[in-house]
T-cell receptor, first 113, second 112 residues
Framework: AQSVTQPDIHITVSEGASLELRCNYS??????LFWYVQSPGQGLQLLLK??????LVQGIKGFEAEFKRSQSSFNLRKPSVHWSDAAEYFC???????????FGTGTRLKVLA | DAGVTQSPTHLIKTRGQQVTLRCSPK?????VSWYQQALGQGPQFIFQ???????QRGNFPDRFSGHQFPNYSSELNVNALLLGDSALYLC???????????FGPGTRLLVL
């Protein structure tokens, strides 16, 4: 079955610390992978995406993610977190020829001043 | 460049009623997808519309129906509302042959 797992429901980091949010997927086809961020009461904003090629992808707001096929993972990283990064982060998977995304349950990030 | 817009922002209905939510896609986009996001969950795919036809559907009952207009805007209709239909309903737009979807701010529906 197709699925996306975000093992960490909540993560708390101090401002200026590094961040890694985990995402594991189970998908039969070659996946397209996405990270979205959702601020309270808001819709989803695309941070970055991976379709093919270089397995390290850069996104907006200083985020990056690395695709590791052998581990079925697509972890999101940021070297130095800002207070404004506090939000919920969703990993999603799609594929060529299928039009829906499958989302994880999200990781809520709290940033301590 | 206008992004995806949705209306209304909030809505309160009672069980058994019907509701219509509206979405205008990002400028230049021709495909609209709808997702339901229950509290504390990730979004779940309801269906996608392209060329005024439903192209793919998720695991939602027939109470959920949609429509796409010639200007690519879309409506989501839910009949016979249940308490469990309370959620944030997200619309996403894309180009027909591209995988990246851009989301609107959502409509929060509360069913009492």
């Amino acid at each position: 079955a197709q699925s996306v797992t975000q093992p960490d429901i909540h993560i708390t980091v101090s401002e200026g610390a590094s961040l890694e949010l985990r995402c594991n997927y189970s998908y039969g086809a070659t996946p397209y992978l996405f990270w979205y961020v959702q601020s309270p009461g808001q819709g989803l904003q695309l941070l970055l995406k991976y379709f093919s090629g270089d397995t390290l992808v850069q996104g907006i707001k200083g985020f990056e993610a690395e695709f590791k096929r052998s581990q079925s993972s697509f972890n999101l990283r940021k070297p130095s977190v800002h207070w404004s990064d506090a939000a919920e982060y969703f990993c999603a998977v799609g594929a060529s020829g299928t039009y829906k995304y499958i989302f994880g349950t999200g990781t809520r990030l709290k940033v301590l001043a | 460049d206008a992004g995806v817009t949705q209306s209304p922002t909030h809505l309160i209905k009672t069980r058994g009623q019907q509701v219509t939510l509206r979405c205008s896609p990002k400028s230049g986009h021709d495909t609209v997808s709808w997702y339901q996001q229950a509290l504390g969950q990730g979004p779940q795919f309801i269906f996608q519309y392209y060329e005024e036809e439903e192209r793919q559907r998720g695991n939602f009952p027939d109470r959920f129906s949609g429509h796409q207009f010639p200007n690519y805007s879309s409506e989501l209709n839910v009949n016979a509302l249940l308490l469990g239909d309370s959620a944030l309903y997200l619309c996403a737009s894309s180009l027909w042959d591209q995988e990246t979807q851009y989301f609107g701010p959502g409509t929060r529906l509360l069913v009492l």
